[in-house]
């Protein structure tokens, strides 16, 4: 930078120099406010980068605590999709033998079943049969009576044919009786 002096005696003119010293210390004053104001301002800024720092290792622990917690939770989930997959598995097994065993015993039951239609039919049958003579011996019995009542009517209807010839045999035995006593 060159600074023009002027000259004088003694070398530089005097005035000059401490012009350009107070103009210099004046640009110098000027900056270091200017730096100053910048350290300043660096310092806030600082300032707020740690503050913000501090969030972002806060958010970070917190993050890595979710994370933690995210991994226990997913291991967690794998051991019991594991274990669903196994009682999935035993489920199925245990259907499979149930099926099974349903069929079988619908077999058996249908079977049964059968067995006890039959038996049924059977004693249907029997009952018929039963039904058909009790009935055909409550019509002999009933035709039985009906004869009986019929011979009583009969045998009273002569009972009395025969009282009254007897009543008719008396009234003549006995006007003949008094005809020759009398």
């Known amino acids: 930078m060159a600074v023009g002096f002027k000259k004088s005696l003694f070398g530089f003119n005097c005035s000059d120099v401490i012009e350009y010293i107070d103009r210099t210390h004046k640009s110098f004053v000027d900056k270091e406010k200017k730096l100053n104001s910048k350290v300043d301002n660096l310092l806030s800024e600082l300032d707020i980068a740690k503050a ?6 806060a958010e970070k622990q917190e993050l890595d605590r979710k994370l933690n917690e995210f991994n226990e939770k997913y291991e967690e989930i794998e051991r019991l999709s594991e274990n ?23 077999r058996i ?11 049924i039919d059977e004693a249907h049958t029997s009952l018929e049969e039963l039904r058909q003579h009790i009935t055909k011996t409550s019509e002999d019995f009933i035709a039985e009576v009906d ?35 009398g």
């Open 109 to 119: 039951t249908s079977e049964e079943v059968n067995r006890n239609l039959y038996t």
């Open 52 to 57: 913000n720092q501090e969030k972002l290792e």
């Open 84 to 106: 669903i997959g196994k009682l999935y598995l035993v489920a199925q097994t245990n259907a499979q033998a149930i099926m099974s065993n349903s069929e079988e015993s619908a």
């Open 147 to 181: 004869r009986m009542m019929s011979s009583l009517v009969n045998t009273r209807e002569q009972i009395a044919a025969n009282t009254a010839e007897i009543d008719a045999a008396k009234k003549d035995f006995t006007e003949v009786y008094e005809s020759i006593v």
